[in-house]
């Protein structure tokens, strides 16, 4: 989103190299952390919100996906002999369709 770079101070283009470092010396942990501050919020502003059920409790959604990976990229994913694959599940909460948690895995 070029428009808000201007607002973070920066006057130019940013190009996606300079993006892919700077992300790769970033600890995850940083992402995680502002995930949990963002499901928080997420739930306070849709505690009221109805699906068309009445239930006293939270009412939670699981899914599985796998996501193909290139096997010459990703050779640790090896799903099959020529596919690569991770297999990534998540567990929503229907109220708001918030994802509440994500854990990746090997696609076998």
């Not at 770079?5 to 470092?21: D, K």
């Not at 600890?27 to 739930?43: G, T």
């Not at 699981?62 to 002999?81: E, H, M, N, V, Y």
């Amino acid at each position: 989103m070029p428009e808000k770079l201007y607002h973070l101070g920066i006057r130019g283009t940013v190009s996606r190299t300079t993006l892919a470092v700077a992300n790769e010396k970033r600890d995850w942990r940083i992402y995680a952390d502002f995930a949990q501050v963002l499901i928080h919020e997420a739930r306070r502003l849709h505690a009221d919100e109805s699906f068309g059920v009445e239930l006293d409790e939270t009412v939670d959604a699981f899914d599985s996906t796998t996501i193909d990976l290139c096997l010459s990229l990703f050779p640790w994913a090896q799903f099959r002999k020529t596919k690569g694959a991770v297999k990534m599940h998540t567990l929503l909460d229907l109220r708001g369709n918030i994802p509440v948690f994500i854990e990746v895995t090997h696609a076998k």
